[in-house]
Every structure is written in C-alpha cells, then in structure tokens.
C-alpha cells in the first residue's frame, strides 16, 4: 500500500487512472479534479475516494496551492474484508461521512514510519465496512464467483512476463469467460487485461526504485520496449517516468 504527502501548485497531474483506490484528504488548501464528468473541489475536512479505473487529475483550486495525503488501496486488500462483494463506490468522489474520515486517519497518520501489519490490516479492515456504510448498496448482479475471479488473478500475478489471453485466464478460474471479466471487474476494480498493466508497472516502479534503467526494467516486466511501458505509464500515473523518477529522488533528500 502506497502512503503520499505531496504540496502542488498550479497543475499537478495530467488525466489518468489507475487501478487502485485513491483515498485521502486534503490538508491545506483547494485540491481540484475533474472526476465522472465535472469539476470537483475537496477542501481540509473531508475525504476523497477514487474509484478504480476512474479517469481523473489534479490541480490547484486558488493560487496557494495545496497540500494533500494519500493512499492507493489494491482492491484485493480490501476483498480479504468484503469477502467478494462487489466494490464500494462513492458516486462523487468527495464525502463529509465522519465514519470514512476516521478510518482514513488511521492510516494516514504516521507517514514517517511504517505501520505494524496488524495496525494495517485492522485498518484496512475498518476502511472497507466504512466504504461499504457510506457508499450503500448498488443495483446489479449480486451472484459474483469470488473464488473463481482469485484463481484468475494470482495466476495473473504469477506471469507478467507471459502474453496471457482471456481464454487462459477461463481455464485457469473454472468459469466461463465472460463471467469472469464481469465478476473481475467488479470485485478488482478493472478489467484482467489492466490488472496484469498495472502489475507490471508496478515491478517498473520497483526496479527503477531501486537503480535499474528505465529499458532493463521495462523488458523485466514484459514490456515490448521502454516506449510501450512509458505510454502505459503516463496513463496509469499522470507523468512519465522520468518525472517520476526525479520526483522520487527528490523526497528521499
């Protein structure tokens, strides 16, 4: 689970998605971002929750700018507490519900150190009855196969490097092909295709992180080339990953 503080001023993010959760607040100033078709504005008091796979971005609402906390929540953390319900979803983006801002604070406090993996599980726990609560229920199927949909995305996990099709993916789960995209993107958030995407961006960010360059990560996750990484990139993030890269390097100084 990823944790964030950042400050922009001006325009922060360009459009983009990702395949987690963005949840958090704003602590000081206008935090704008057109989200579901219109301009949204969160000010210090409220939470924000992005949806998986929502199109979005970011920029300042006045000219001090703003300063925000975050946390990008893999649905499949959360499916260990919703036991294959379908996602929570908050229509706007934006809630005042107290219940969501507590259990956000429990894991936005503290960016300085690592939480117990207990404190985080508990946590994580509490976030997705809190989601559930406020976002209600939605109309739809409700006969999902979880089980089916989990077998799909570990063998997922465990082939990044492999070419997968959907019909691998069927066998794999025990359910028809069609049901398991359904089921899939209901209980993750998104599509098969973008959860293997997003895993490999993931290990990008990872071996970049930690030194490699930019072609040797993109081949390792099962790039074509670094070109084809980068255009995935920017659409899943905002920013390429150069800019990425000098941001990071910038918050360890």
Known sequence: ??????????????????????IGRTL???QSFHYRGELRHSLPGGSIVLHPDELHDGQAGNREGFRYRM??????????????RPLPYIDTGLSQDPRLF???DALLRGMDRHLDNLEEEDAL??????????????????AFDFAAAERAREFILASLEDNLSLDQLAAVSGNDRWSLSRDFRALYGTSPYRYLTMRRLELVRRLAAGGADL????????FADQSHMTRHF???YGLPPGAWLRMLKARRR
């Open 1 to 22: 689970m990823e944790r964030i503080e950042a400050y922009f001023s001006g325009r922060g993010y360009d459009f983009h998605r990702h395949d987690t959760y963005a």
């Open 28 to 30: 000081a100033g206008v």
């Open 71 to 84: 946390i990008y929540v893999q649905p499949a953390l959360l499916q260990q507490a919703l036991g294959g």
């Open 102 to 104: 507590h259990t956000i």
């Open 125 to 142: 726990y509490d976030l997705a009855q809190a989601m559930s609560a406020v976002a209600g229920t939605r109309r739809g199927r409700r």
């Open 215 to 222: 072609a040797s990560a993109a081949a390792a996750a099962g």
């Open 234 to 236: 920017v659409r899943a």
